[in-house]
């Protein structure tokens, strides 16, 4: 199904992600705080560009937060977003690998609330660098990526479960966004330690899932048992 998606943002996530969604039919109209840039974007990706207010109304299928995470929420509060769908694909990640939202809300939430109640927020595309979305498709080792979604309306995550499919990918369920966002966030910032910070292949820490243990409707009592 063809969607008009608005992208707030030129950077390098609003390129990759913009791009991938046009190949796959999409309607797209490129918006940022410097028109010129917006401008430049569009005609190299083939979309439309305008103000951010533009794309936010322009977005009825769905609207991309691209901005940096500290002007994010600003703008969030200054835009027409009742009714629509907000991805989330900001991290709020400060020096030295620091999660800037620790102990509070997490950033997507703070992004809703800005938003209003009637905007719907779904956190997705947080956890890969840029290079990974422009892969037609993110394909590793014969397997899709997984993108997991943190949301709150079922009609917003499935418009977004949707925009994932069209780039090849598999959707995976990662909770209310109360919830989900934090741990989507943490672990971003978790990732983004070990891949920059350490130079190591943040791949391996994970075990095959066949290996990852028992899928325990409890989770504290599986810890139990193991310690």
Known sequence: MEMRIGILGTGGMADALGTQWIRAGHEVLF???????????ARRRGGASGSLREAAAF??????MALPWDAAVE??????????????????????????????PSAAEQLATAAGAEAH???????????????TPPVFDGRPLGVPLSGDDDEALAVVRQLVRDM??????????????????????????????????????????????????????SLSRSS
Request: proline share 5%; glycine share 14%; net charge negative.
């Open 121 to 135: 927020v779904v956190k997705a595309f947080n956890l890969c660098h840029e290079d990974v979305w422009r892969l």
């Open 75 to 104: 703008v969030a509060g200054q835009l027409p977003l009742d009714g629509r769908v907000l991805i989330d694909c900001t991290n709020p990640v400060g020096e030295r690998f620091r999660l800037l939202t620790a102990g509070g």
């Open 31 to 41: 918006a940022g705080r410097d028109l010129g840039r917006a401008q430049a974007l």
């Open 168 to 221: 090849g990918c598999e959707p995976f369920a990662a909770g209310e966004l109360n919830q989900g966002a934090t741990l989507l966030e943490a672990t971003a910032a978790l990732l983004i330690r070990l891949w920059v910070g350490e130079g190591v292949d943040a791949q391996s820490i994970a075990p095959p899932g066949e290996l990852a243990g028992e899928r325990d409707a409890d989770p504290a009592a």
């Open 59 to 64: 977005g009825t299928g769905a609207v991309l």
